[in-house]
């Protein structure tokens, strides 16, 4: 594998798309994300400048909401600058529809993260109130405060981003469990929302979740084991989203991950995998597509190098499963935590004295 | 990734800024910072429309003119959550009739099927307009593309559960399954219905049989195998309660099938026989299922399912420390639990998921 040839692809994503892409507009910050995770995993961040990373940074805290006092608590991400105005007359604002997005949050602070930042400009309060506040009733999260809808994906994006910031706030973790128990499937995966279909994809959300918020027990042995097999029957080659779909290389993320995480990803065949995970590489222009012979994307390419990633490919860096990001970006993170922990510390001691 | 359709739009198109009737609006240009990422070689059009979309937004301008405007933006961009909620705001502050809108988010569902939001728009307007009665029919269609379309059994499933179209449903199912069998989306579905509607023994004996049908047209099937599976774990019942469902996956394999389904089957049933006897002390040599067990699973791991190998071996060695387990008997089973929790499987409690 041409490590090069990936990291030149990602980097073009983060310079210029052609306006045929105009459709992502709202989701840049992900775009960003696979593509600067991507130059992490293949141990490439050397081929970003200091100063591009310091854009990159910037870039990323223009997306970030400050909720007013009192007002929406909608902390967070947006995924694009699209209601960010340029010279606009006096009194024309678009503030009250600029909203964090779970998944833009989630993805922001991993950016950050991976770049070496130190959150310090991160409003975590907020995020956090943010977070808590599209919690909804029966325990998953919508993706901002209005106009979104809410799934399990959004419950993952909410661990994540609590798991970040090392703080859980008011969002009720057992509520979000119950949700997650609830969507698991006769046929032991777990689907996107209670009785929807069982899926690759929103099953690793769902295990994740329970992992990131420390509720692994909560599945029993039944549960697990039966996961577990749905898990391991998807491998086909590579491995596919559904029983009876067509493999596609973003699974081998998305299973893979899933089996790290409940500690059986020694149980599939990695032989099989990796050939089909390389079979969908274009050695050219770069980058990896979803099916052998179609054309690379960004998306694909990150979750192929990721699969990759854990099927101990020399020259890629260990993947985190749970947050998705390297091992040493993981590694930051902890870092931070502690220094966030010693200044707390601090502060009370300096409050008792 | 899908590509935007600037082109959808037809040649008499005038740009915003050339139109009079929007002279009065002043349009306010995007701020992506000094050095963007990610950023995008916006057409023409695209930052046109979108320069006025800011305006009006900025302005809270809820005009005839701002929807269609939200019309062209949403047509560059369906995926832009914002301009669908500032849509909806200008449907409502105008009152406008919403069956009209039903109408238009069905078009744009149909160009834009797997996209979150269009689907999140259109049940919003369903909410709004509290009549579901037009649901079942567009997922019908959107899924005669695609059988498999998740947002559309979503919606579905959201529509007949919130407005309880129970009523035809299974019939529907039953045709998507007859069209194909190795639908698992269907499946579902029907696992779905049948919750709802209640699964009393009778109907679970029904489905079992409905099931058992369809593996015999085609054997190698993990949607038919997890549905029959799914059923027969449902609340208390075990396999072992079925004795219909034991010959029939006895004869199967006598017959010479080797689907890895009906194998990964027969070692769950052995292996609960197996672990009740030694459980209960009946009078039954478990030895005889439990070397079924590991038989299977050794065919099972060499030749019928080698992709899996490194599992099947798994299994065997788990199957071996539950049936030690079992062995001890029940009570002092409770004190090793403490220390080796995770190598009890037979424990009494229900599937949380399923039980509920």
Not at chain 1, 98 to 108: E, Q, S, V
Not at chain 1, 274 to 288: A, K, M, N, P
Not at chain 2, 173 to 183: E, G, M, P, Q, S
Not at chain 2, 280 to 300: G, H, I, Q, W
Request: hydrophobic content about 35%; glycine content about 4%; overall charge negative.
């Amino acid at each position: 594998m041409n490590k090069r040839v990936h990291a030149r692809y990602f980097s073009r994503f983060l310079n210029l798309l052609p306006h045929r892409l105009s459709c992502h507009d709202s989701t840049r910050a992900t775009i960003g994300f696979f593509s600067v995770s991507g130059i992490d995993v293949l141990d490439s961040l050397d081929l970003l400048s200091e100063e591009s990373k310091k854009n990159i940074i910037d870039w990323i805290y223009s997306l970030q909401v400050i909720p007013k006092e009192g007002g929406l608590k909608c902390g967070g991400f947006q995924g694009a600058t699209t209601l960010n105005l340029l010279d606009p007359p006096e009194n024309y604002s678009t503030d009250q529809y600029k909203w964090g997005h779970l998944a833009m949050t989630y993805t922001c602070i991993a950016v950050l993260v991976i770049l070496g930042d130190d959150l310090s400009r991160v409003d975590r309060k907020a995020i956090i109130e943010g977070v808590a506040s599209v919690q909804r009733d029966d325990g998953s999260f919508s993706a901002s405060v209005e106009g979104n809808e809410f799934d399990m994906r959004f419950v993952y994006c909410a661990s994540c981003i609590c798991f970040m910031l090392n703080d859980w706030g008011n969002v009720d973790k057992k509520l979000m469990s119950q949700y997650i128990l609830k969507s698991i499937r006769y046929d032991g995966g777990v689907s996107q929302h209670l009785e929807n279909e069982s899926h690759g994809g929103t099953t690793f959300c769902a295990i994740a979740a329970l992992q990131l918020s420390d509720q692994m027990h909560l599945l029993n042995s039944k549960q697990m084991e039966k996961l577990k097999r749905w898990l391991l029957f998807r491998q086909d080659g590579g491995f596919q989203g559904r029983p009876n779909k067509p493999i596609d290389t973003c699974y081998s993320f998305w299973i893979g991950a899933a089996l790290k995480i409940i500690d059986a990803f020694e149980l599939s065949n990695f032989k099989e995998n990796r050939e089909y995970i390389l079979s969908c590489q274009d050695t050219i222009v770069g980058g990896f597509s979803k099916w052998s012979g179609t054309s690379s994307d960004p998306f694909h390419t990150y979750f192929g190098l990721c699969g990759l990633s854990f099927l101990r490919e020399p020259g890629l860096l260990e993947v985190q499963p749970c947050l998705n990001i390297s091992m040493r970006a993981f590694e930051r993170l902890k870092n931070l935590h502690k220094i966030w922990q010693l200044h707390s510390q601090m502060e009370v001691q300096l409050n008792i004295e | 990734m899908s590509d935007s359709s600037d082109e959808d739009f037809n040649e008499s198109y005038v740009m915003y800024r050339h139109r009079r009737e929007w002279s009065d609006v002043h349009p306010i240009k995007q701020n992506d910072g000094p050095n963007p990422i990610v950023a995008i070689a916006y057409s023409e059009r695209f930052l046109d429309v979108y320069d006025y979309f800011r305006a009006i937004l900025a302005t809270q301008e809820k005009s005839e003119r701002a929807l269609e405007l939200t019309t062209d933006a949403l047509r560059l961009n369906a995926a832009n959550y914002t301009v669908w909620q500032y849509r909806r705001e200008i449907l409502h502050a105008l009152k406008k009739n919403l069956y009209d809108e039903l109408q238009y988010i069905a078009e744009v569902i149909e160009d834009n099927p797997k996209n979150y939001q269009v689907w999140h728009h259109r049940r919003v307007i369903v909410e709004w307009l509290n009549d579901a009665s037009k649901e079942l029919d567009l997922t019908e269609k959107i899924l005669d593309l695609d059988a498999k379309n998740y947002h559309a059994w979503q919606h579905r499933q959201w529509a007949i559960e919130t407005f309880n179209l129970f009523d035809n449903e299974l019939a529907f199912i039953d045709k998507l399954i007859a069209a194909d069998v190795r639908n698992n989306s269907a499946w579902n579905q029907r696992f779905f219905v049948l919750k709802h509607l209640g699964l009393t023994p009778e109907t679970v004996q029904r489905e079992i049989h409905y099931a058992m049908n369809r593996i015999r047209l085609i054997k190698n099937n993990e949607s038919s195998w997890n549905f029959l599976k799914g059923l027969l774990e449902y609340g208390d019942f075990s396999i072992s309660q079925f004795p219909d469902v034991e010959t029939f996956t006895e004869e199967l394999y006598n017959s010479g099938n080797r689907s890895p389904y009906l194998l990964a089957f027969l070692v769950d049933m052995y292996t609960e026989k197996t672990l009740h006897i030694y459980e209960t002390n009946s009078y039954d040599d478990p030895e005889v299922y439990a070397r079924k067990v590991v038989e299977l699973c050794e065919m099972l791991a060499n030749h019928y399912d080698t992709i899996r190998y490194k599992y099947w071996k798994y299994v065997i060695q788990k199957f071996n420390a539950d049936k030690e387990l079992a062995k001890v008997g029940p009570n002092e089973q409770n004190e090793e639990k403490d220390e080796e929790e995770h190598l009890v499987t037979r424990e009494p409690e229900k599937v949380n998921g399923e039980a509920q």
